[in-house]
């Protein structure tokens, strides 16, 4: 039972769905960091729980994996608790909703398809295909980015990890979608579909782990996970359990930091021309990509459960109580960074972007989002791509994907 703090001045609750499809969360946060940067939210339509929302503490409390959990037991990694509905059979654990020791080796298993060799061998197929979407865009006449550049993008490269038939890629879209929406936790006509469509994909990979288990072992993920000790045997749920963890991981965070670029570029089109010129290999570039993540910061939040009492900015948090690291805020910590919602693509520190999380869970696919983005940015550059929004994003209603369902835009060649 989470013990309410004894003086609480503002009530802030950045859970709430407005904040986020009318992108309110920048001076909403602005006011916690300066008035009460662990905050505790006392009433949510997820229950209570403190916000971190300091660069320093979020890093502070990540550092510390034995006294902030992550498991699955005590509800995992977003603000939205379990449902206690669910059987106890039927929840598909993943690796990043556990604690050492059963997290290591499971991590340690994917980790290898995220080297720096695997990506040099991964890079030509991906400028291939960013190429081949680039090339097919309208020039001057309006089209939807997040569908035709970010999704497109994004799930044809987790085809390309899985090794999933191509021509149902767009499946992985949608199921990644069900998969990350935490609204599921408040509604539970759509917590309902949402099992389904989980079961649905689920039934799907399992024939896929069947199929590729008679095949030679390939390159690919799921043969990866077959290859190994700690993957090859672990019950079904925990097997689908961490796929959709990898879909999700590579699908909604790579794909709305895509969008992040033909936003940044309408919002400061002179951010981008201190890229012309820049070509394949740039550190400007490289550098560029870390300040789109930063700005963008794809995953707005990641929970942990406190599992002892622990002291921070003079308050205790409680055994039990539910903390909320807010890298939306952490990434525009002016302590950190200044002028924090500005694209700046030279920034110095963009590097130090919190986005990826820290610690022992830091985001195992970063190298492949950063290469993925790379190659976007370095491609666009070639052709003289520049992209103007055509109206304002629609963006997604949740405070724990901070991203986009539809971005109309126009381009021009240069
Ligand atoms: C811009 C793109 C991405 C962002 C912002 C992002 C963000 C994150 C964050 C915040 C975490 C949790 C970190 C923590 O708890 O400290 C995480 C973990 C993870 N991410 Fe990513 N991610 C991205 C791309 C990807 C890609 C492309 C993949 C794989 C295809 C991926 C797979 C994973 C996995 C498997 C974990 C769990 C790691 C663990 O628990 O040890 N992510 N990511």
């Known amino acids: ?130 190429g081949v979407v680039l090339d097919s865009l309208p020039v001057g006449e309006p089209f939807d980015w997040t569908d035709v550049v970010s999704i497109e993008l994004t799930t044809g490269m987790l085809a390309l990890l899985f090794d999933f038939p191509w021509e149902e890629r767009r499946r992985l879209t949608r199921w990644s979608d069900y998969a990350g929406d935490i609204n599921a936790a408040r509604d539970k006509d759509f917590a309902q579909e949402r099992m389904n469509v989980m079961y649905e994909m689920g039934m799907y990979f399992a024939g896929l782990w069947e199929y590729k288990k008679q095949q030679d072992p390939g390159r690919d993920l799921i043969s990866m996970m077959q290859q ?41 089109p002179e951010e981008w021309e201190k890229l012309r010129g820049e070509g394949e290999g740039s550190k400007v570039i490289k550098n560029a990509v870390q300040e789109l993540i930063r700005w963008q910061t794809p995953l707005a939040h990641m929970r942990r459960t406190c599992l002892e009492d622990y002291e921070i900015r003079g308050k205790t948090i409680r055994k039990g109580d539910k903390v909320v690291m807010w890298y939306a805020s952490a990434n525009r910590d002016e302590e950190m960074f200044e002028d924090g919602d500005r694209f700046i693509a030279d920034r110095e520190n963009a590097r130090r972007q919190l986005a990826f999380g820290y610690g022992i869970h830091r985001c195992v696919g970063a190298r492949l989002a950063e290469l993925q983005l790379t190659v976007l940015v370095e491609e666009m550059l070639k052709r003289g791509i520049q992209v103007s929004c055509a109206s304002e994003p629609t963006r997604v209603e949740s405070c724990f994907v901070n991203g986009y369902r539809k971005q109309m835009v126009t381009i021009t060649r240069s």
Do not use: C
């Open 1 to 130: 039972m989470a013990s309410l703090p004894q003086e609480q001045t503002l009530a802030f609750d950045p859970t709430m769905s407005e904040v986020w499809l009318e992108r309110r969360w920048p001076e909403m946060f602005a006011e916690m960091r300066a008035t009460d940067p662990l905050h505790y939210t006392m009433d949510s339509g997820y229950g209570a729980f403190w916000n971190a929302t300091k660069y320093k503490d979020i890093v502070e409390i990540e550092a510390l994996p034995k006294v902030f959990s992550s498991s699955w037991q005590y509800s995992g990694i977003t603000v939205a608790d379990a449902d206690p509905e669910i059987e106890a059979e039927d929840r598909m654990p993943m690796f990043i909703a556990m604690d050492p020791p059963e997290h290591t080796p499971q991590r340690r298993t994917v980790s290898p398809k995220f080297t720096p060799s695997e990506m040099t061998f991964m890079e030509p197929e991906i400028r291939e295909r960013t």
């Open 228 to 268: 190994s000790e700690a993957m090859a045997h672990m019950p079904e749920k925990m097997f689908i359990g961490n796929l959709i963890l990898l879909i999700v991981g590579g699908n909604d965070t790579t794909r709305n930091s895509m969008t992040g670029v033909a936003r940044t570029m309408h919002l400061w």
